[in-house]
């Protein structure tokens, strides 16, 4: 993605650009010899950039691997067939589909040999509701929350080359999680496509190796399982060994932490055999990548005997858990822990397969309670992995809703689904207090309420007469802490309970610590009880300017301010206190809306601002068919792009406002309209599909301004000045 330079054009000096009508790909490069193109004039000041359209109902095809044919909406894509493969070169069009950034820093590293947790997400063929690069209207989509447990996520499909979609890729990596696509040959189909590339010399295999590692580098996710499921010629075969290799030599350069996976199908003789753990017969082919990933139908006597085949790398040998326990498997289902029981009893890593079997084959309606049910049973087989960097910023949205807010403040009401949207999740359970077990805490996500995104996090509890708190820990975190942190908390309490709430982080305990600022709950203890912050720094105002305040909806804001030298931060917990004076049990439900641990020193540095904002492929329709009343309007999609750099980014909210003439309506001289929301961005390009607009008046330019906002990691909003924007003038065609 391009960076933006500094602003540096004069509020006098304007240029001009012509801009062709929008066409497809091919066209812009091809244009048709004879045909007269429509221009389009930009005009740019400091502020925005002015195209002019005049409204044409000309037919202008998307296309169609980027685009659904039904709504033009960004999808993500596969490739079907060796020669689109081959074929493939990075397009304008595939930057839709390009993931945010790596995997966040996470401890322990994938590379460590701790024993891994691989989920292979396969679920109906697919690219279902999440194939939709800026989201859809699902009213029950799956969603997958406990990406604390999980090490690798494997998006599976049927198709050759399955590529995942970067809501996916964007979700796994903001939990440190990395994520494979599939490269799957299976059939007499994939016996013909594995002697086209592997029979031939090295030339062939390389191809594809190239185009793989292309692939992955480009759409910014991490690796490939390799599924081999069909027979191989001798000559098919001999090869793979080398193709393995090289595919894992090149990846390993051009992806950091890159990952090459073998499926457990074909031995070395040829023979499609699935052999259920690694031995002499398919050991050249673990011995040629990173990781084995065996089938389903193996035993304990399978696991003993692969003790000696994986050596020092056990880590690297993923078995196989069928979640829908389909054959002679140990345990899937509500049983899967069986298997996990005895994976780990061995010390090797664990590859679940279809654990969105809770979701396809349970009632929708108890999704959630099933899911966290399946992951609980797994719970205690499950190695965390820890979060390692600031900012660190999260608001428990699910990536879904019955509603959209905004800092409290509702924005559209109906239900979405857009994966990249979702944000850190916390470390879900039930906690029960040491010794008789009355005092408890629980937590889950909710969909009912939200203080940013469409969801929250719920946390219920009890407090026994004999203690005065409970406490529980949201997330892991491996951070080497600034001199001085920030941290923020909203949250309300549900019902008439009086309970205290505060949040509480842990340090490590070395000697190099040094805590100021803060009061140590113990002498012996390391979690430490912030001190809420009252005046903050002119500068952090408007960071800090909810604190301590009643908000709407009940939310409340709590501020803290902490000095912290040399410090290592490991912990973030909130604690529940009972009210003073309370002798009785106390429950209590508090609803989380908003967790910010930041780096005082970010929120001092300046942003980059959007800029170059640009208006393309620009497509109208009638608002409504002929013989319809009221068909006086016009919808309009059309692509934005601009520059700006994403490192900085949380993602790009997308707004629109409309007016006539040259006015613009969201900034009017009195009251300024308030803009309409109309999505998220991930990257520095979004489109508009069917916005209504009404119809240019007669000697009248009809006018429509976007906006682009920036919402930085810190997670503050941007000032309304500081957003990028372009607008649009339109006209109906004289006559």
């Not at 091919?26 to 005049?54: I, M, N, S, Y």
């Amino acid at each position: 993605m391009e960076a933006a330079g500094a602003r540096t054009r004069a509020a006098a000096r304007r240029r001009d650009r012509r801009l062709r009508a929008p066409t497809t790909l091919k066209e812009q490069r091809d244009p048709q010899p004879g045909v007269r193109l429509p221009q389009r004039r930009t005009e740019e000041d400091q502020e925005e950039a002015v195209f002019r359209e005049v409204v044409s109902f000309t037919p202008d095809p998307l296309p169609v691997r980027y685009y659904d044919k039904d709504t033009t909406k960004p999808i993500s894509f596969y490739l079907s067939s060796l020669e689109e493969l081959l074929a493939w070169t990075p397009d304008v069009e595939d930057s839709f589909n390009v993931a945010l950034g790596p995997p966040e820093c996470r401890q322990p590293p994938l590379s460590s040999r701790r024993p891994r947790t691989l989920m292979c997400h396969d679920m109906m063929g697919g690219y279902l509701d999440d194939k939709f690069i800026q989201g859809s209207a699902a009213q029950s989509p799956y969603s997958f929350y406990h990406w604390q447990y999980i090490d690798i996520f494997v998006y599976f499909s049927h198709h050759t080359v399955t590529i995942p979609p970067v809501g996916w890729t964007n979700a796994a990596h903001r939990h440190g999680v990395c994520v494979l696509g599939t490269f799957l040959t299976e059939w007499k189909e994939g016996e013909r496509l594995c002697e086209a590339f592997l029979a031939g010399d090295e030339r062939s295999y390389r191809a594809v190796a190239h185009q793989l590692v292309l692939i992955a580098q480009f759409f910014r996710f991490d690796g490939w399982l390799i599924n081999i499921e069909n027979s191989l010629s001798l000559a098919a075969v001999g090869n793979v060994p080398h193709f393995l290799r090289y595919l894992t030599t090149e990846l390993h350069q051009q992806v950091p932490r890159g990952l090459v996976l073998w499926y457990d199908s074909v031995v070395s003789s040829g023979q499609l055999t699935w052999q259920d753990e690694l031995n002499e017969h398919n050991r050249v082919f673990f011995d040629s990548c990173d990781g084995f990933f065996t089938n389903y139908n193996w035993r304990e006597e399978h696991l003993e005997r692969m003790l000696g085949q994986a050596g020092e790398r056990l880590a690297d040998v993923y078995v196989g858990v069928d979640v829908f326990a389909r054959g002679n498997v140990v345990g899937g289902r509500f049983d899967t822990d069986k298997s996990l029981e005895l994976i780990r009893k061995h010390g090797f890593s664990a590859a679940l397969f279809a654990p969105g079997w809770v979701y396809e084959c349970l009632e929708k309606g108890d999704f959630f309670q099933n899911q966290d049910k399946f992951w609980s049973l797994l719970e205690r087989y499950l190695p965390t992995h820890s979060i390692c960097s600031l900012p660190f910023v999260t608001s428990f949205c699910l990536g879904m809703g019955t509603r959209r807010v905004c800092y409290g403040q509702e924005e559209a009401v109906g239900p979405w689904y857009h994966l990249s949207a979702q944000e850190i999740q916390p470390l879900f359970g039930e906690h029960r207090l040491q010794g008789d077990g009355r005092g408890w805490v629980k937590m889950h996500c909710c969909l009912a309420d939200a203080w940013n995104g469409g969801s929250s996090l719920v946390i219920r509890g009890l407090i026994p007469p004999e203690v005065g708190n409970v406490a529980v820990r949201l997330f892991s975190l491996q951070v080497p802490v600034p001199p001085k942190i920030f941290l923020s908390m909203v949250y309300k309490l549900e019902g008439p309970s009086a309970v205290g709430v505060a949040l509480e982080l842990t340090t490590g305990d070395t000697g190099s610590c040094h805590v100021g600022g803060i009061s140590a709950l113990s002498e012996t203890s390391s979690r430490r009880s912030p001190r809420p912050l009252r005046v903050p720094p002119t500068k952090l105002a408007k960071w800090v300017g909810r604190c301590g305040q009643q908000l709407s909806g009940g939310w409340v804001q709590r501020c803290y301010e902490v000095n912290l030298r040399g410090c290592l931060l490991q912990a973030l917990f909130v604690n529940f206190s009972r009210p003073p004076g309370s002798q009785e049990e106390e429950n209590f439900i508090c609803r989380l809306g908003e967790i910010q641990v930041v780096d005082a020193s970010s929120l001092l540095t300046p942003l980059p601002q959007v800029q170059a904002v640009t208006v393309s492929q620009v497509h109208w329709q009638p608002a409504a068919s002929e013989g319809e009343s009221g068909a006086t309007g016009l919808r309009l999609s059309c692509t934005l792009h601009w520059a700006y750099l994403l490192p900085h980014v949380r993602c790009f909210r997308i707004h629109c406002c409309q007016g006539s003439g040259g006015d613009s309506p969201c900034r009017g001289p009195s009251e300024p309209e308030r803009p309409t929301l109309l999505g998220l961005a991930f990257v520095n390009r979004y489109r508009i599909v069917d916005l209504a607009v009404a119809a240019a008046e007669p000697g009248r330019d009809g006018r429509v301004e976007f906006l682009v906002e920036p919402i930085p990691k810190e997670g503050f909003l941007v000032p309304r000045a500081e957003w990028g924007r372009a607008a649009m003038l339109y006209s109906t065609p004289r006559t």
